[in-house]
């Protein structure tokens, strides 16, 4: 059972022609054919930058070397307090 018949499509021409007029028709569609053409090299085109942005990542990430260990430097210890409450110290005043 296909969706679209013979029938189907006699009818949906009629109605565009009714609605654009026959002048208006084949620019309309030349304007849809450069549109879906557009639409078609922009998707290329993020398909093809995805496919170089992994490339690009995986080549970094060959390329990776851990930095080498740092010095610590030894600084006095400051005694930690114990965060307060704002409205326990309130109440306590």
């Known amino acids: ?41 922009e998707t290329k085109s993020l398909h093809d930058d995805d496919d170089r942005d992994l490339a690009e990542k995986a080549d970094a990430q060959a390329g990776y070397q851990p930095l080498p260990p740092q010095q610590q430097h030894a600084q006095p210890q400051q005694p930690v307090t114990p965060p307060v409450d704002p409205v326990q110290r309130v109440r306590e005043n």
């Open 1 to 41: 059972m296909g969706f679209l018949k013979p029938w189907h499509i006699a009818v949906l021409v009629v109605v565009l022609i009714l609605l654009f007029g026959a002048k208006r028709l084949p620019d309309t569609a030349r304007s849809l054919g450069r549109s879906l053409r557009i639409l078609k090299a």
